[in-house]
């Protein structure tokens, strides 16, 4: 497995701010991805970032609302522009080890109001 | 596409109870086949994974076994702990993961 890490582990954000998450891992690896969690539901893929390529966006999720870097194989960050209140979700990022297994982070918990 | 079902929750046990959690998929070939585990206020933790059609998953107690007949990967362990209180998410890898809507778990003393 691999140790990874969420800044911040939480937030609280005003309507039309934006917040830029970043996930750390310990070792490196070549697929990162972003996965959304709306309250009290499953996980939804956002996008899937790959070092050195644009990242690749799920249906239903677009570049200009949801920016990413991956600017080595160690680090990523994911952008939530222009929030509204529907964006209060938990976002994860997740790393693929061990034949396609993937390994989450904590998390960072977001509320917008 | 594919997908993942599992059973609704919440669950409700008492501690030293066998537990079952279904999980059934629908897809092409024999994608992976994992459980994750949620626990309150933290991100998710693989609990085990099967690669291939028989084979059995297991970690901490926890066992699941790959049935292609039924498309099945039922999450089972004899007896549950109350730290097992959680919530269970089942899911495929299809080039991404693909997640059943998870099943909260409750485990009473």
């Known amino acids: 497995s691999a140790v990874i890490s969420q800044k911040p582990s939480r937030d609280i954000c005003q309507r039309g701010t934006s917040l830029t998450i970043q996930c750390q891992v310990d070792?490196?690896?070549?697929?990162m991805f972003w996965y959304r969690q709306q309250p009290g539901q499953s996980l939804t893929l956002i996008a899937t970032?790959?070092?050195?390529?644009?990242?690749?966006?799920e249906s239903g999720f677009v570049i200009d609302k949801f920016p990413i870097s991956r600017p080595n194989l160690t680090f990523s960050t994911l952008t939530v522009s222009n929030m509204s209140p529907e964006d209060s979700s938990i976002y994860l990022c997740?790393?693929?080890?061990?034949?396609?297994?993937?390994?989450f982070g904590p998390g960072t918990r977001l509320l917008v109001l | 596409g594919d997908s993942v079902t599992q059973m609704e929750g919440p669950v409700t046990l008492s501690e030293e109870a066998f537990l079952t959690i279904n999980c059934t998929y629908t897809?092409?070939?024999?994608?992976?086949l994992f459980w994750y585990v949620q626990y309150p206020g933290e991100g998710l933790q693989l609990l085990l994974k099967?690669?291939?059609?028989?084979d059995k998953g297991s970690n901490k107690g926890f066992e699941a076994t790959y049935r292609k007949e039924t498309t099945s990967f039922h999450l089972e362990k004899g007896s549950v702990q109350v730290s097992d209180s959680a919530v269970y998410f089942c899911?495929?890898?299809?080039?991404?993961?693909?997640f059943g809507q998870g099943t909260e778990l409750s485990v009473k003393p």
């Open positions: 970032a790959n070092q050195g390529s644009e990242a690749t966006y």
């Open positions: 899911a495929l890898e299809r080039g991404k993961l693909i």
């Open positions: 897809a092409t070939g024999y994608p992976s």
């Open positions: 099967a690669t291939k059609a028989d």
């Open positions: 070792s490196q690896v070549t697929m």
């Open positions: 997740s790393v693929e080890l061990d034949g396609r297994s993937q390994y």
